[in-house]
C-alpha cells in the first residue's frame, strides 16, 4: 500500500468518537442547562430529547458523505464537492468562523473557571494565552498526539459526568419536577435552537477524515456512537438537574453542573464539577482547534483562502500554518472574554453551514451517482431534506446581535471570496516583479493538485503509489501534493481500490462522458487514462479533452492511437515498465521531462525496486552487464541515500534509479528485476 504523502492515518475508531465527544461534551453541559431552566423549566429535558432526535439525521447525512468524501474539512469539503464555488466557499468560511468562535469561547470558559475556583487575581487574559499556546503546540505535532491528552481529559470527564448522573438519579425528586412545562410550549423551539450547538460534535469527526484509519467504516461508526452517547448523557444528566433541585434555583446559577453536584455530594461534589468543567473546556478547546485549523487548511487548499495556509509541516505531516494562525485569532477574540456574542456567532455559522452539508447529499445523488458510498442513508431523501429544515429552521429563533453579527460575516467573507487569484484576476495588473514573486511564492508551497485516474487495475494503482509515496527521495523533487479521485466499472477493483487509498471513488464506465463528468473535471487539474486497453484509453483521453481538463496523459502502445492523442495535445506514455514513473516525472519534474522528452526522446529516467530474491543482488555494479548508455544514477536505501560506484553491492529492496535512452533502460531494468530461478 502506497504511503500517502499527507496527513498520516493514525485515528482508530476509538480515537475518532474521542474526537466528537471532546467536542460535543464541551461546557454546553455544564453552562447551558441554567438557561434552559430559566427558558422552559423541567420540559429542558424533552428539549434535549428533541433535539437529538433531530440532529439524528444530519448525523446520517455526515455518515455518508464522509465514507464516499473521507478528506480533510468536513462538511465543507462535501459541499466543494458538489455544489458552486461561491456556495463552497461560504460553507467553509460559516465552518471556520463558527470553529474559531466556539475554541474562544471555550478557552474563556475555562479561564473563568480557574479565576472564580482557584486564582481570583489572575487576568483571564493570561490563562487565554498560556492555554492556547500550550494547545497550539500539542495540534501542531499531530492530531494523534493532541488526542492522547483529549482522550485522558474526556475519560476523567465522562466519569464525572456518569457518576453524577447514575448516583444523582437515586436522588431526584418528584415536586421538583412540577410543574413540568411551567411556561407553557411556547419556549420550547427557541430553546431547541440555543441548545444546538450542544451537539455539534460528531461533524468534527469528518474534519479529520485524512487521518482517521478505515475512514468507509470508522466514520460513520464513530458518528453515531457519539451522538448516540450524548443524547443519552445530556438527557440523564438534565433529567438529575432538573429533579435534584429546583428548576426557578437552577436558573440562577452560571456553573450549573458544579451547583447541582455540590448540592448532591458537598464539597467533594463541587470539585469534582470543576474538574470535569476544566476538561470538558479543555478538550473541546483542543478539538475544535484542531478543526479549524484543518477546514482553513481545506480553504486553502482550493484556492479560496491564501495557499500558504494549505502547507503540512514536513515531519508532523499538520496544517501548521492554519494552525498559528487559528491560534492566534482565537487568542485575540479570547482575550476579549465576550462570551454570549461568541457563542452566538458560533451557533449561526454551525447552522447555516451544516444545513448546506444536509443539501449536499441530496447534489451528490444527482450530480454523482457513480460514486462509492460505502455507507447509505435510508430514506433517502426525506432524511437529508429533515436534517436542511431541522438546521435551518432555528436560525430565526437566534437573538438578533447573532443575525446581525452572521450577516456582517457573510459580507466580510464574500469580499475575501472575490479577492483570492483563482476567483478574481485581481493580479492582473502587477508589475512584472510582483508577478513573478507570486509565482515563486506558489511553486515553495506545493500546490494541491487534483488528480483524475481512469482505470484501477495495475497501471492505475503503480500511478497512484507512486504520486502518493513520500520518500525522501520522492518529496524533494514533488512540486505538488495530490489528491486522487478514481474512476474504475469493476466492483471488486473499487473495493480495493477503496480499502487501499481512501479517497473519492467512481463506479462507472469511464469512457461515458455522463460518468466524467461526474468527477467535476472543471476542478481537476490532470487526467490519467490508465486502463490495459489503448482504445478505451484514448476514447477517455479525448472525451477529458473535451470537458475541458487541461492536461490530459494516456497510456498507449499502439502507433495509431499515439498519434491521434497527440494531434488533440494529449500526452501519450507507452513503455509499460517506466509508466507510473514517467507519469510522476511529468507531473512533478516538467523540466526534466521537457530536457529528456521522456516518450520518444533522447532519454527518460525511471526508479525500480530490486526483488528480494533478484538475480543482481549481492553483486557489485561493476559485475553487472548493464548497457553501455544506461546510468545507475543513485540508489535509496530504505532512508539512506547512496551514491552508486563500481564497487557499489546491490541489496534486496534497493530503489535503483536509472537514466538513459529507453531501450537501454528497458534492457537493465530487465536485469535488475530478474528473479535468481528465473536465471537459473
Not at 410550549?185 to 441548545?195: A, D, E, R
Not at 458560533?346 to 451528490?364: C, E, P, T
Request: net charge negative; proline share 5%.
Amino acid at each position: 500500500m502506497a504511503e500517502q504523502a499527507g496527513f498520516e492515518r493514525n485515528v482508530g475508531l476509538f480515537m475518532a468518537v474521542m474526537i466528537g465527544i471532546g467536542a460535543m461534551m464541551g461546557p454546553g453541559v455544564f453552562a447551558l442547562p441554567s438557561e434552559v431552566a430559566g427558558s422552559v423549566g423541567p420540559l429542558g429535558i424533552v428539549a434535549y430529547l428533541l433535539m437529538g432526535g433531530l440532529t439524528l439525521f444530519t448525523a446520517l447525512s455526515y455518515s455518508e458523505l464522509g465514507a464516499a468524501i473521507p478528506i480533510a474539512g468536513g462538511g465543507y469539503s462535501f459541499v466543494s464537492r458538489t455544489l458552486p464555488d461561491p456556495v463552497a466557499f461560504l460553507t467553509g468560511w460559516f465552518f471556520w468562523i463558527g470553529n474559531t468562535l466556539a475554541c474562544s469561547l471555550y478557552v474563556v470558559i475555562f479561564a473563568l473557571t480557574i479565576k472564580n475556583y482557584f486564582f481570583p487575581e489572575l487576568s483571564v487574559i493570561l490563562v487565554v494565552v498560556a492555554t492556547t499556546a500550550v494547545f497550539t503546540a500539542s495540534n501542531y505535532r499531530g492530531q494523534a498526539e493532541a488526542l492522547k491528552v483529549i482522550t485522558v481529559m474526556n475519560i476523567v470527564e465522562l466519569v464525572i459526568l456518569l457518576g453524577v448522573g447514575v448516583l444523582g438519579v437515586l436522588q431526584v425528586e418528584p415536586a421538583n419536577l412540577e410543574p413540568f412545562a411551567p411556561m407553557g410550549l411556547g419556549p420550547l423551539i427557541p430553546t431547541m435552537g440555543m441548545i444546538y450547538i450542544s451537539y455539534v460534535g460528531f461533524d468534527l469527526i469528518t474534519v479529520a477524515a485524512e487521518e482517521i484509519v478505515e475512514p468507509a467504516k470508522n466514520i460513520p461508526r464513530a458518528i453515531l456512537i457519539t451522538l448516540g452517547v450524548g443524547v443519552g448523557i445530556y438527557v440523564l444528566l438534565l433529567y438529575v438537574m432538573m429533579g435534584v433541585v429546583n428548576y426557578a434555583d437552577l436558573a440562577q446559577t452560571s456553573t450549573p453542573f458544579i451547583f447541582v453536584a455540590d448540592h448532591l455530594f458537598g464539597p467533594w461534589g463541587r470539585w469534582a464539577g470543576v474538574v470535569a468543567t476544566i476538561m470538558a473546556s479543555l478538550s473541546a478547546f483542543s478539538v475544535t482547534l484542531g478543526a479549524s485549523s484543518r477546514v482553513l487548511f481545506a480553504l486553502g487548499r482550493d484556492g479560496y483562502v491564501p495557499s500558504v495556509l494549505a502547507r503540512l509541516h514536513p515531519t508532523h505531516n499538520t496544517p501548521h500554518i492554519a494552525l498559528f494562525v487559528c491560534a492566534g485569532l482565537v487568542t485575540i477574540l479570547g482575550a476579549s472574554g465576550i462570551v454570549r456574542l461568541l457563542a452566538s456567532a458560533s451557533s449561526f455559522g454551525y447552522l447555516i453551514a451544516i444545513g448546506v452539508v444536509n443539501y449536499a447529499v441530496i447534489a451528490l445523488h444527482q450530480k454523482m451517482p457513480a460514486l462509492r458510498r460505502p455507507f447509505k442513508i435510508i430514506l433517502y431523501p426525506t432524511v437529508p431534506i429533515l436534517g436542511l429544515v431541522s438546521c435551518w429552521f432555528f436560525v430565526p429563533t437566534l437573538e438578533v446581535n447573532s443575525l446581525i453579527l452572521g450577516s456582517g460575516l457573510t459580507v466580510v467573507g464574500g469580499v475575501l471570496y472575490f479577492l483570492q487569484p483563482g476567483n478574481r484576476d485581481v493580479f492582473s495588473g502587477l508589475p512584472a516583479v510582483l508577478h513573478r514573486l507570486r509565482l515563486r511564492i506558489q511553486a515553495y508551497w506545493r500546490p494541491h493538485m487534483n488528480v483524475l485516474i481512469i482505470g484501477g487495475g495495475s497501471q492505475g494503482r503503480n500511478i497512484a503509489d507512486r504520486l502518493l509515496t513520500q520518500d525522501e527521495f520522492r518529496m524533494v523533487f514533488r512540486s505538488s501534493e495530490y489528491q486522487l479521485t478514481f474512476i474504475e466499472q469493476n466492483e471488486g477493483r473499487c473495493e480495493e481500490l477503496e480499502q487501499r487509498y481512501n479517497v473519492p471513488i467512481f463506479q462507472g464506465d469511464g469512457t461515458k462522458q455522463e460518468v466524467l463528468e461526474q468527477t467535476e473535471p472543471h476542478k481537476m487539474d490532470v487526467a490519467i487514462a490508465a486502463t490495459n486497453d489503448d482504445e478505451r484509453n484514448t476514447i477517455v483521453a479525448l472525451q477529458a479533452k473535451r470537458l475541458g481538463i487541461e492536461r490530459v496523459i494516456a497510456i498507449a502502445r499502439d502507433p495509431d492511437y499515439v498519434s491521434l492523442m497527440e494531434d488533440s495535445g494529449i500526452v501519450c506514455i507507452s513503455a509499460p515498465y517506466a509508466t507510473a514513473a514517467m507519469v510522476e516525472n511529468y507531473l512533478d519534474r516538467p523540466g526534466v521531462a521537457d530536457l529528456f522528452e521522456i516518450e520518444t526522446g533522447v532519454a527518460s529516467l525511471i526508479d525500480m525496486e530490486v526483488p528480494d530474491d533478484g538475480r543482481v543482488v549481492g553483486q557489485k555494479i561493476q559485475d553487472i552487464d548493464i548497457p553501455e548508455q544506461c546510468v545507475v544514477a543513485a540508489i535509496i536505501r530504505g532512508e539512506e541515500f547512496v551514491v552508486p560506484r563500481g564497487n557499489t553491492e546491490v541489496h534486496g529492496g534497493d530503489h535503483v534509479v536509472f537514466v538513459g535512452p529507453s531501450e537501454a533502460i528497458q534492457t537493465a531494468h530487465d536485469i535488475f528485476s530478474a528473479e535468481a530461478e528465473a536465471a537459473a
